[in-house]
């Protein structure tokens, strides 16, 4: 008799197992594309009924999801969405790719994860692999998801069910590294588990990269995350200690990305923004916290990228005294609100900072984002101005703060009065331009 492994495992290879990804945002959607478009028949469980509708309807919210190709992985019935979790009873491959955001705290919020892992749990059945893709701390998977997944259905591990962790590597908007592309890690909690889990990835997937523990590929990803925020926590400061010294951060960045070896080029900007950065090396502050240790580097990095939009915004306080106007009152236009250039992605943007504090200090403030029609947070609500042109005329100070290729920057230069620019997006036309600030 076949071992539950080798059935499992025929299934994978003649892309008869049925899948279901618990999520469909910005890693979910994108996965389950990439399963449908490799031959699986995939159902995509969406809590969010409104997502769900907007995909029953062929359309795609998701920008790395072109809806063209989603309606056709609909119509073949290779991909499906619904909001009825009792689908996992037939699953033979499950993937969670859920939220772990932050609380106010600075604690990770498991809840996502909880949620959907007690979904699972009342349908565990023998048979079935199952990999986390939310970023979290090390440990999660053995520590929460296991106890709970065998808790009342007395599976065991490696034999009976396979469970793993593949920490997402998406950036949105990305052409070249796509999820299809992009090498992904994979660790089990027994090494059968991770052979299952990798089997399964290695059907849509170019590259799988196995590691020996479900710990091992959770600390990849905060690696990953790690050194990149504690990179731009140094340029962020480097960029202030420039600016104290009277020297030109850019030139000094784009200087130094001249040597060939032993250099990485980092460039400031008006703080951290999006769904990885400015959260998941956090969540490993607060593991090692838990063990009496503390992550100095990433804490030191975050108090300084959490503190540029302040930064930013004496700037533009002090750019208006030059010319004799208080914040108070003046008309300011946030040029740019998603996180990243050409986005449709507004989390953790430190646009919402921006303008928080700007509102705060008593300023009239306006954004113009072509991604990003609407911004509702906190207790203040706006719409993006229809013309960026016509409103950096009519601004006393334009900020650029996310800088999307679409722009004309120079048109804006033109108009506008008074710049404050933070993404070096004017380039060499604001350098020595009197009525442009650099970060």
Known sequence: MNTNQEILQEKIRDRSAKIVILGLGYVGL???????????????????????????????????????TLAQLI?????????????????????????TPLRKTGDPDLSFILVATDELAKFMHPGIV?????TTYPGTTREILLPKLTENSRLEVGKDFFLAFSPERVDPGREDWTTYNTPKVIGGITPACSEVASLW???ALETVVPVSSA??????????????????????????????????????????????FGYMKFTPGPGLGG???????????????????????????????TGMPRYVVSKVQDALNEQARPLNGSRVLVVGAAYKPDVNDIRESPSLDIIGLLRQKGAEVNYHDPYIPRITHDDWSLESVSDVIESARTADCVVIVTD?????????????????????ALGDAGRNNPKVVRL
């Not at 996965?31 to 969010?48: Q, R």
């Not at 969540?283 to 990228?305: M, P, Q, V």
């Open 75 to 99: 119509q073949s019935g290779k991909l499906r969405a619904t909001t009825d979790f009792s689908v996992l009873a037939e699953a033979d491959a499950v993937s969670i790719c859920v939220p």
């Open 30 to 68: 994108p996965l389950a594309t990439i399963f449908a478009e490799a031959g699986f028949n995939v159902i995509g469980v969406e809590p969010d009924s409104r997502k769900v509708e907007i995909i029953r309807r062929e359309e795609s919210y998701i920008q790395d999801v072109p809806t063209n």
């Open 275 to 305: 769904h990885c950065i400015p959260i998941d090396p956090l969540y490993l502050s607060w593991k090692l916290r838990a063990l009496n240790y503390t992550a100095r580097f990433i804490d030191l990095a975050s108090e300084i990228n």
């Open 404 to 424: 999307h290729t679409i722009y004309d920057y120079q048109g804006i230069l033109e108009q506008a009065p008074l710049i404050v620019d933070t993404r070096n």
């Open 130 to 134: 199952v990999v986390l893709e939310s």
């Open 215 to 260: 710990e091992s590929a959770e600390m990849a990803k905060l690696l990953e995350n790690t050194f990149r925020m504690i990179n731009i926590g140094l340029v962020n400061e480097m960029a202030i200690m420039c600016d104290r010294l009277g020297l030109d951060v850019w030139e000094i960045i784009d200087a130094a990305a001249t040597k060939p």
């Open 201 to 203: 990835y290695q059907q």
